[in-house]
Nanobody, 118 residues
Framework: QVQLVESGGGEVQPGGSLRLSCAAS????????MRWYRQAPGKERGLVAG????????TYADSVKGRFTISRDTAKRTVYLQMNSLKPEDTAVYYC???????????WGKGTLVTVSS
């Protein structure tokens, strides 16, 4: 059974930091590019950061460049999102997504809520 379980969300003050984790199971982790998306209330879900399916390089939304860092631990089957200098506009539900490098289905986690507020 495929599972993507996000954790690490919570409430933080502007300027603070959080590290999100996404633990994967039920599929061949190394055959998938892992990505983080977010969805704020009333807005569409959009890509925050991710690994490409071509060469495994990283890509970031312009709004988070220089503040967020995506990383992965293949042995732990986990992808991380380090978020620094958080702003109120970063408030959203953050989702983990697994995208197949060759063929197969996309998988989504259920999300974790990040609230940036003073």
């Amino acid at each position: 059974q495929v599972q993507l379980v996000e954790s690490g969300g919570g409430e933080v003050q502007p300027g603070g930091s959080l590290r999100l984790s996404c633990a994967a199971s039920g599929f061949t982790f190394t055959n998938y590019a892992m990505r983080w998306y977010r969805q704020a209330p009333g807005k569409e879900r959009g890509l925050v950061a991710g690994f490409t399916t071509t060469d495994g390089s990283t890509t970031y939304a312009d709004s988070v460049k220089g503040r967020f860092t995506i990383s992965r631990d293949t042995a732990k089957r986990t992808v991380y999102l380090q978020m620094n200098s958080l702003k109120p506009e970063d408030t959203a539900v953050y989702y983990c997504k697994a995208v197949p490098q060759y063929y197969g289905m996309n998988y989504w986690g259920k999300g974790t809520l990040v609230t940036v507020s003073s």
